[in-house]
């Protein structure tokens, strides 16, 4: 957690008391129960001391807006994906055609 400290600027004791208070700030924990945290939860951290410090935000303020960009980030990725699917189907159906066309053509 010291790490994190140093990298981020926030103390330990905030980081506990924010680990309680947004559900999106889970770091892992070794087999001792020491934190780990990843790089998204280094992300999270300094996107929650934004919203605190710099925007001003309430906690309460800071939550709704984390779910909001969390929410708008799960559509842009689940479109992504169904844009994949999408372009999959089509490129089977691309080349059942040519194999028709194939068989038409002498």
């Known amino acids: ?41 280094l992300d999270l951290v300094q996107r929650i001391k934004a919203l605190l410090y710099e925007e001003r935000l309430t906690l309460e303020g800071a939550k709704k807006r984390l779910i909001a960009e969390s929410r708008k980030s799960s559509d842009q990725l689940e479109l992504g994906m169904k844009e994949t699917i999408y372009a999959e189907a089509l490129r089977r159906i691309r080349d059942r055609l040519s194999a028709l066309r194939a068989r038409l053509v002498p």
């Open 1 to 41: 957690m010291g790490e994190v400290q140093t990298i981020t600027g926030v103390p330990a004791y905030v980081l506990r008391y924010w680990e309680s208070e947004f559900k999106l700030l889970r770091p892992k924990k070794n087999p001792a129960g020491q934190r780990l945290y990843r790089r998204r939860d």
